[in-house]
C-alpha cells in the first residue's frame, strides 16, 4: 500500500501536493515526503509521522516551484531509519530525478543481484531503488528514454510519478494492477492514486491513466501533456482488493466509485449468506458499513451502528497489568447493549485476516448480551500473500490458509460464518469496473511469475 | 462540558482512570488530569493535550495509590497556562482535597465578589475554586460536612467528585443537569460522566447518582459505599443537550442509551418534517448518523454514507494562499458525487449553530451534483447561550437567536429546512428518560436564576 | 535560589524581559514565566525548561503591554505539575496581581496554619502565596498598603516584583538576604536579581535596592519611580554564598562584582592554606575558576586548566551496565594526563557539600598521573541547612555537618584539604561590600528565628 | 569536521559508541548515527540533534551486538532531509557495509562524473558515497581487497570506520590529514577521532593510527588486530588546524596533548607580538583561554577571565525588535566592566574569520571602559579555504584573504592586532609531534592537486 500524488504547472504545487497527500493518508501513515521543482533544482522534506504533523507552512514554503510529486509511507516493521521513505532521489547522469511508487516488484531480488554482481550499491529495501539503478544504466541521454529502458525490465506492480527539471512523468504498470488517476486543476494536469485527493483542491477527475500508459507533462513547454504506450498491454489484472477495502469510499478507482462496489459486495454477500434468524445488521466500523448497507438492503433486516468506534486511538497505549478481557478491540469497537442484548445479529465485516479481533469482538458482543451472532465478510477467505503492494501477513498467520471454513467459525465463536464467493466478488467488481481483476490473495492466482519471495 | 471518572479500592487505580478518561475523550479535548492516592498523600499530574498522549506508563506509575479521579477539560479560548485543569488541588484545614468538577454554577460571579471581599484569593477562572473557598470557609472539620455546607451555598450545574486521604465523594445537583453513573468493579465503586467509560475497563453499570445525592466511599473502611440526600430535592432539569449531541451514542445517561434516543429522535424528525420529494436519507457523520437512521427506517427512504469523514485531521491546517472554494469543510467532508448526482436528498445533522459549516457543505453537494437538498436538524433552533457547562458561543453568533428558520435556510442554501419541534425533542427523551430536562438553550427557559453573566 | 526580573515603559516589554531571565538562567534552571500588562489586563506565560525553549516569538507576541515581570525557578525534587512556576496570579478585592519571588520565608508554615484556620486554602507549596492571602486579606483598598500589610507579618528573605494594572514594585527585605538590583533603560526603570541582566539588554546599572526599601514604579504616570522605606530596618544580613557561588563572576551583586570577590577569596585561601609541595594550581571549572586564579596569583604557582569541562551534558544519561569508574563525573569532568602526570598539584574548588563529587575527582585525577593532590575550598565546611532560599540538601547529608576536615580529607583522598576560614570568608566579602552577612549554611548562626523547617 | 568512533568485541558495544560519540560532540552537532553488529545482521540509528537527545535506553537496546561504529556530522548549511548522515548503509554484492568518515575527498566530483557516466546512482551529496561505489566495483570478494582497491582510487583527507559481519577496518589517508587514534578497552581495540573518547569509557590511548595504515578487526576471529601498509606513504600532511582550535584540549592528537600545544601557541604569540602597554592578558572563552595561558606566563602579564560566557544558548533567539547594540555577541560573551575599566589590555582568541564578532566583541569592551585593546590571534591569517574536511566559509568571506592586518585591525576597532606567524605556528606544532602539517587556510600551499572545487 501507499499513496503518490502529483501536480505540475500551480502557484503552490507543494501546497497542494501536502493537502493530496492528506487526503490519501488512509493508504500510508508511516511517513511522507514531497519533492518540489521549479524546473531546475529539485526542494524535498521526507519525515517519518502523520502528514498534518510533518509539513509546515516553514518546510513547505521551502519546498518551491511549480511542480511536486509526494509519497505517503504504509507503516511497516521495518527499522528505525528514514531511507525508505519517498520520493526517492536519485542523481546520475541524467541528472537528478525523484521517484514516488506504490505497488511492488516481484522481480526486484533478481535485478537486485544481477545490479550487485555489476557493483551496484543499494541504500534502502525499498524495491524502487532498482528502477533508479535501471535509469541510469540504460546508457539514455533522455529521462523518458531511460524509464522505458528500465521499466521494460521489472515485474509485477507500479504506479509511478517521476519528476526531474524537464518532465513530470505518470506511469502504471501494464496489468494496471495497481489504481493511477488523472484529473486538472485551472487546465493543469494532476495526478492521484485516488480521485478523493481531487475534491479536496477542487480539481476535477478525467479518467484513469491506462495500463501500459506513460503520460509526460513537459514543465519546459507550458505543463503540456503527452500521452504513450511505451509497453506492450498485459492482460488487466486490477487489485480488488481496492474495491473490498483499501480505497477510501468517496475516491473514484478503477472508473467506479468504490462506496457503490462495497454496498453491492453486502448485497451479493446477503444473496449468497442469508441472515438465517437474524433481525439486525450491524457493521464493523468504519469500513464493515457499506457493505451493512448493502447486506441490510438486500435482506429487508433493519441497519443498526450497533458498534460504536473510538476515533481517538493514539500509537501506543498503556494496558493495566491486571488483565481487562478483550481490551485491545474495546479500545476501538464498543458494542451497544441496549441494540444487541437478546438479538439474533448479523455482523458484517470486510475481512478477517488472523482472527484474532474477530473472536474478541464476537465475545464482547455476547457479554453485551446478543443471542446470536452471525458474522459476514464481504470478501472471500484471504488464504494467500500478496506480492503486489499490499502488506498481508505470511500466508503461515492467515488463518484461512490451513482453516476451513468452519473451523475458523468455531476458532472465533460465531454462530455461522459466512465468506462472499469468488465468483461473487468477482461479479461485483465486474459489473462496476469491467472484467480484469487480481485475486492472487484469495485465489493464490498471481497475475505474474513470482520470482522472488522476500 | 467536560469528563469527569472515579474509582476506588483498586490495585491500578490510576491506569483505571486513565483508560476511563480515554473513553470520556469526547467530552473534552483541552487537557485532563488525575489524583490518585493511597490514604495518605496526593499524587496529581495534570496537562495540556490528549489522553493519549499526556500520560505514559512513567507517569503512571508516579499516581500512586488504590483510589483517583480525573478530568478532561473542554477546549475553549483561554490562556495559555494551565491553572484551570482540573482535578483541582487545594491545602487548607480539611487538609489536602482535589476536585473535578463538570458543569457550571450561575452564582459564581456573586461568590467570588463576596469571597474576595471576606479576603479569598482566586487562581483560575474556573468556578469550582468557589466551592473549594466555601468549604475551607466552612469550619467544618468534616470533609463531608464541608461539601455540604458549600454546596448549599451554590446554584448551577455540578457533577463532581471530590477525593482527599479518607473519602471518595460523588455528588450531583439537585436538579440533576449533568450526568454521573455509578458502576462496580469487582465489588468496588467507580463513577463516570457516562457508562461507556465502565464498558472499556470491563466495570458494570448500576445506576445514575440521584440528582441531589451525595456518595461518599470511604477509603479507610475497605472502600464501603453510603449514599446520602443532603441537599432537598429540586425540579430535575437534565441536560437535554446530551441525549441530542453530547454523550456518546454506546453511553447510558439519564437512565437510557443515548443511541435510541437519537434514533428515535430521527423518527419523530421524519414525521414533523417529511422529506418531502427526496429519494436519500444521508447524514453528516458522525454525529448525525443516528437519527439518519431513525429518518429513514421512519420515512422508508435508503439511508446512505452519502458523505465520508475524514478523522486525520490534525490541530492546524496550512491553507494554500489561493483560495479552494469550501476548503474548511472539505477536510473534513467529503460528498460522494456517484450518490448525490441527481438526486433530491435528506441530509440530516444534529444541530445549526452558526450555521457557516452548513452553508458550505451545502455548496459543495450541489458541486457533487445535488438536485436538491432538504437539511433536517434533530434538535429545535438553537437560540440561547447555555450557562450550565455547554460552551455555546454568545446569543448574538447563534444564528437561530436572530433569524426565522426560513431566513436561515435562504442563507445556507437549503432548499427546505426542517428543525425539530421542542414538544417533539422533549416527547422522545421523556419516553426513555423519563420527563424533566433543562432546555434553555431551545427555548431560554433556564432552571435556575441566572444571577451572573459572564 | 531563583531569579527575578521586570521592566516598565518599555515597547517591548515581555521580549527584554524574556532576555532578561536568558541572562539569568544560572539561578533557576525548573521553568520560569512572565506576566505582562498594558495598564489593563494581565498576559500570561509559564512553563517547565528553559528559557530558551519555552519562550517562541509566537508566545512572546501574546504578552503584550508595556511592563512585566518574570521569574526562573530553581529546579527541586518537587511534583510534575507546574503550580509552583511563578510569578504566582492571583485575582482579589485587589483586582489581579502577578508576584515573583526570589527567597523563602521562614515563618511560612505558622502563618499558613493561621490562615487555614481562618477559611484559605492554599494551591501550591510555595510559600510566595501566603504572602498573596495576606494582602488580599489586608482590607486595604490599595496595592502599595496591602503589600505593606502583608510584609509586615512574613520573616524570612524576599526579593519581590509586584505587578498589578497600576503598579510595578519591587521589595527587598529589611535584612537584604537575597539581592535585588536596579537600572534604567532609555530612563525607565528595570530590575534584575543580578545586573549581568542589564548588560544584555543594554541597560544602566543604577543601584541595589536597599535592604527594607519599596520602589513603586506607577504605569499610569508616565513610569515615575518613588521610594519608600515602609520596614523599619534590620540588621543587615546579606547571604555571602551569593558572592562564594551563587551570582554570576560578571554581575555586580552587593555593589561589588562578583569576579573579583572570588578571585580574592582565592588569595586568602592561599593565604590561609599554603600550597605545601604542589607544582601547579587547577581549578575545578567553571566555578573554580576564579578563586583558583586568585590562589595562584597568590601562591606564584603556575595556572593550568588541567580539568576540562564538558558543555554537552543533557538531562538523564544512559550509564552502561558494565560499570565505568567515576563515570558520573567523568561525563563533566576530565583531567588532562599530560599535565597532572606525575605533579603535586592544589586543586581549587568552591564547595563540598556530600563529597561524593570531589572522591571521584580526586580518584580520576590519581588515575591520569597526579603525585598528589591538595584540595583547597574558598568557602568554610558547609555544616547547617539554608532557610532563606538556597536549596542546600538536609544537615544530614552534608558531609561537614558530622566530619571533621580530617575525616573529610580521608574521605575523599586528598592529599590535604583546606577550608577557607569564616573570618576569611566574611573579612574579604566585607572588604568589597561592606560588613553585614548571613553565613548561617557555615555558622548555623542564623539572621532571624526560625519558626518552621519544613 | 566530524567525528568518528568505533568499538568491537565488548558487551555494550553500542552504549560504549554512544558515549566515545558524545565525548566527540564538539566535532559535529547536526546529527549521528551508530551501527552496529553481531556478526550477523547490522543494526542502524540515526537521527538529527545531539548526541544526548538522539540515544535513548530504547533505541540503544535495540543496537544489538559486540561491535559498533559511530560518527557526528558537522552542522551544515545543506538541506531537509538526513540522507547525509553517517555511518553510510550499503547493500552489494559484499553485502551489507557500514562506513563512518571523517575528511573530505579532493577528486569526489571526477570520481562521481566517471561513476554516473558508467550508470551509477548517488542519493547523497556526501562524497563518503564514492568510496562506497568504488567498493562495489572493485570485484574483489573481500571487504579489505575492496577496500583497498577504492581507496587507491581517491585523493584527499580520510580517516575511515568501515563494519561488515566480518570486519571492523580503520584506515587513515597516507598523508595523515585527519586524526585518528587506538586504543584498547578490556584487550579488545577501540578507535575514535580523539583520545577524550576514550578517557570516558576507561578504555587506556595506544597511538596514532598511522597515515597509510589499515588496521583490521577480525570479528570472528576473536576481535584480533592486524595492521597493514596498504598505500604508499605520502607526505605527512597533518592538519595544523586540529592543534590550533579543532581537537578538543583535552585529547591526544597527532601524539600530542593539545592543551600543550595551545599554551605554547600562546607564548610564541607573546614573544612575536608582545603586550605593548598592555595590563592583563584576557581570553575569549573558551577556545582562547589556553593560549591566553601560555601569553600570560610568557609575558608575565596577569591573566583574568575578564570575560564570561554563557553556556545556555539555544538554537534560535528570539530578538527585540528595537536594536541592542552588539546583541549578537551579547548573548554569548560578556566583559566584566569592574576588570577592564580603565585598562589596556590584550584580548587573545585562536582565530578570526569573518571579523564581526571580533568588531563586536571590541565595541563591547569598549563600552565596557577597557582603554585600550590589543587584539592577539594564536594562528596565521585564515585567508584560504579548506577542501579537507574543514567548514571555513568561501574564500571570498574571509577577510584576510582581500585584507591587510592594517585594514583588519582598522574594520574590528582594535588598537592593535597581532597574528601568529606561520613559521611560528608550525615551529610549536612540529616541536610536539614532529614536522609535516597541512596549512592550507593559512598558505594556500595544499598537501594535493585540487582536482575539483564544489
Known amino acids: 500500500m501507499c499513496a503518490i500524488f502529483g501536480i505540475a504547472g500551480q502557484q503552490e504545487a507543494s501546497n497542494l501536493t501536502y493537502l493530496g497527500l492528506h487526503a490519501l493518508q488512509h493508504r500510508g501513515q508511516e511517513g511522507s515526503g514531497i519533492v518540489s521543482t521549479d524546473g531546475k533544482l529539485p526542494f524535498v522534506h521526507k519525515e517519518r509521522g502523520l502528514v498534518a504533523d510533518i509539513f509546515t507552512a516553514t518546510n513547505i514554503a521551502k519546498l518551491e516551484g511549480h511542480s511536486a510529486i509526494g509519497h505517503n ?122 480521485s478523493t485527493a481531487f475534491d479536496l483542491i477542487g480539481a476535477n477527475y478525467e479518467r484513469e491513466i491506462n495500463p501500459g500508459e506513460m503520460v509526460v507533462v513537459s514543465l519546459k513547454e507550458n505543463f503540456t501533456v503527452k500521452c504513450f504506450r511505451p509497453f506492450e498491454k498485459g492482460a488487466l489484472k486490477r487489485c480488488v482488493f481496492e474495491h473490498v477495502y483499501f480505497a477510501r469510499p468517496d475516491s473514484v478507482v478503477f472508473s467506479s466509485t468504490i462506496y457503490q462496489t462495497r454496498k453491492n459486495l453486502g448485497k451479493q454477500l446477503a444473496k449468497e449468506h442469508p441472515p438465517l434468524d437474524a433481525e439486525l445488521v450491524i457493521p464493523v466500523p468504519d469500513s464493515g458499513v457499506y457493505a451493512a448497507i448493502g447486506y441490510s438492503e438486500f435482506s429487508k433486516l433493519p441497519f443498526e451502528m450497533g458498534i460504536i468506534r473510538s476515533h481517538y486511538i493514539g500509537r501506543t497505549f498503556i494496558e493495566p497489568k491486571q488483565s481487562i ?88 465463536g460465531a454462530d455461522s460464518l459466512g465468506y462472499l464467493s469468488l465468483n461473487g466478488l468477482l461479479q461485483v467488481a465486474s459489473e462496476v469496473s469491467g472484467a480484469g481483476f487480481c485475486h492472487g490473495c484469495f485465489s493464490g492466482e498471481y497475475p505474474t511469475p513470482i520470482t522472488t519471495i522476500v
Not at 392 to 407: G, I, M
Request: net charge positive.
Open 73 to 194: 509511507r504504509y507503516s511497516t516493521a521495518g527499522g528505525n531509519t528514514s531511507e525508505n521513505l519517498q520520493p526517492v532521489m536519485m542523481k546520475s547522469s541524467l541528472g537528478w530525478v525523484g521517484i514516488a511508487h506504490n505497488g511492488n516488484l516481484v522481480n526486484a531480488n533478481v535485478l537486485t543481484q544481477k545490479l550487485e554482481r555489476e557493483g551496484s550499491i543499494f541504500q534502502s529495501t525499498a524495491d524502487t531503488e532498482v528502477i533508479l539503478h535501471l535509469m541510469a544504466k540504460s546508457q539514455e541521454k533522455d529521462l523518458i528514454n531511460a524509464i522505458v529502458h528500465a521499466l521494460k525490465q521489472v515485474v509485477g506492480a507500479y504506479s509511478l510519478l517521476i519528476l526531474n527539471h524537464d518532465y513530470l512523468v505518470a506511469i502504471r504498470d501494464p496489468q494496471g494492477i495497481r489504481p493511477l488517476v488523472m484529473g486538472n486543476l485551472h487546465g493543469k494536469p494532476v495526478f492521484a492514486s485516488e
Open 325 to 412: 478481557r478483550d481490551f485491545g478491540v474495546k479500545l476501538k469497537l464498543n458494542p451497544i447493549a441496549d441494540i444487541v442484548r437478546g438479538k439474533s445479529i448479523v455482523v458484517v465485516d470486510d475481512s478477517l485476516v488472523r482472527g484474532t479481533t474477530s473472536k474478541k469482538l464476537i465475545q464482547h458482543l455476547r457479554n453485551s448480551g446478543a443471542s446470536k451472532i452471525h458474522l459476514r465478510i464481504s470478501a472471500p477467505p484471504t488464504a494467500h500473500s500478496c506480492f503486489y503492494g499490499i502488506d498481508t501477513p505470511n500466508k503461515t498467520e492467515l488463518l484461512a490458509s490451513s482453516h476451513s471454513v468452519d473451523s475458523i467459525r468455531d476458532f472465533i
